[in-house]
């Protein structure tokens, strides 16, 4: 929506009850702009959060695959709500030229 503003933010590992205060605060400012989430997998998402992003107007959702590293150092797809150092493989679309 071209003539419209728009919030982006990464949104991942989080229980519904954050999804909405974080929605629900951002239009009662009086937004009515897109919301433009990026999540890992919709699979990975918690109980109800999938179902209430569809059911909200003007969220667009973006799934991405996040490698993240846990406290051994090792690989994992658990972000643990934004507590573990990750990056979003293909985010822009290309592989990343750096590896």
Do not use: Q
Not at 20 to 38: K, N, P, Q, Y
Not at 48 to 55: A, C, H, K, N, T
């Amino acid at each position: 929506r071209p003539s419209k503003d728009a919030v982006f933010a990464f949104a991942e590992g989080y229980d519904l009850s954050i999804y909405l205060c974080f929605v629900e605060s951002l239009r009662a400012t009086g937004f009515d702009g897109d919301i433009v989430l990026s999540v890992s997998a919709l699979e990975n998402l918690k109980e109800g959060v999938e179902e209430y992003l569809r059911s909200v107007k003007n969220i667009v959702l973006y799934t991405v695959e996040w490698t993240c590293i846990d406290g051994e150092g090792n690989k994992s797809h658990e972000t643990k709500e934004g507590i573990r150092h990750c990056e979003m493989d293909g985010f822009y679309g290309l592989s990343d030229i750096n590896k």
